[in-house]
């Protein structure tokens, strides 16, 4: 069964083939109205569920669009809407929603229920954030460098600065699949999740953990970060002020490449992991990210239900 769940667990093949189809549909549609679709709709009769644990503005309307534009049909729920809220198990949900629907995808505080959701459903299950990856964020901001740069990600040079967080576990496994270099900026008692460095580790990819922001991003092709608190998580003072020197400013992306390109999966917070002029400057492409996560879904759609 073709789910999305890491990118640690999909090859290199695929991954490759998910962005070259990316690529390909946004540079078909240019210039359509968002809601029509692309002209060979794929997905025409197929229904995509999706429910979230957690809010969401971009995975929420992307997915819903991309479905739309392929030619089928989205269902969107809160948890708390289904009897999930009220102890239904994640398997027997998944038994259910495997009955009805093509695909499903979940935004969820739990990995395991994810991982209990693809076990059951019958039908592929997409990640779309959990405590310990976001995969799809991850393919649209490789898809947003190679539309940039003009160039595969392999051979790139990516710095992380922050928390080791959700993002930082899905670039370690990006990085470790796709071949390119990702330092990780990140201090003591913040790191990456220690099973997806070890699997990185173990498939030889040119990853290092930090423990200065100069040094991350010295000569980075891009520069990418992420708030200091993720979603579920309270604002801890100590936290806070271990990840400030972390902080990426004007001062410190010009250690960066000249041309390097800076990063953020959004929602951001100015003057915490980021300063406005940075995230407002010229080489923020955070905009062209969050669009680029419509059209990576589409192609991760397709690759599930054996369309690409
Ligand atoms: N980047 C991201 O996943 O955004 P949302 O939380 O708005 O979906
Ligand atoms: N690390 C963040 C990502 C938000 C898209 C969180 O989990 O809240």
Redesign the pocket.
């Given at each position: 069964m073709p789910h999305f769940l890491d990118l640690a667990s999909v090859t290199a093949p695929a991954l490759r083939a998910i962005l070259d189809e990316a690529h390909r549909r946004k540079a078909a549609r240019r210039g359509l109205p968002k809601g029509t679709p692309d002209s060979d709709a794929p997905l025409a009769g197929h229904t995509l569920a999706m429910f979230f644990e957690?809010?969401?503005?971009?995975?929420?309307f992307s997915f819903d669009m991309a479905m739309r534009q392929l030619g089928g049909t989205s269902i969107v729920t809160s948890a708390g809407e289904m009897q999930l809220g009220r102890g239904e198990t994640v398997a027997d949900t998944a038994r259910v929603l495997g009955r009805m629907v093509d695909a499903v995808m979940i935004?969820t505080n739990s990995h395991a229920t994810l991982e209990g959701l693809a076990e059951n459903a019958g039908v592929p299950v997409i990640n779309?954030?959990t405590d310990i990856s976001?995969p799809?964020?991850v393919m649209a901001d490789i898809m947003t460098y190679e539309e940039v740069a003009g160039l595969p990600v392999a051979g790139s040079c990516w710095a992380y600065l922050g928390d080791g967080n959700n993002m930082a576990n899905s670039l370690i496994e990006a990085a470790s699949v796709l071949r390119f270099d990702l330092r990780l900026g990140v201090p003591h008692g913040y790191d990456p999740d220690q099973a997806v460095m070890a699997t990185a580790g173990c498939r030889g990819g040119a990853i290092d953990l930090v423990r200065s922001a100069a040094a991350a991003v010295d000569g980075a092709d891009v520069v990418v970060t992420d708030t200091w608190v993720s979603?579920g998580q309270t604002e801890a003072r100590d936290k806070i002020a271990a990840l400030q020197p972390f902080q990426v400013t004007a001062a410190l992306l010009a250690k960066a490449s000249p041309n390097a390109l800076f990063l953020h999966?959004?929602?951001a917070h100015r003057g915490e992991e980021v300063t406005a002029e940075v995230i407002d400057g010229p080489q923020s492409r955070v905009w062209d990210e969050?669009e680029n996560?419509l059209h990576i879904q589409k192609a991760i759609l397709l690759w599930c239900l054996g369309k690409l």
């Open positions: 957690k809010p969401s503005t971009r995975t929420r935004r779309a954030l976001h799809c964020q979603m999966c959004l929602p969050a996560r």
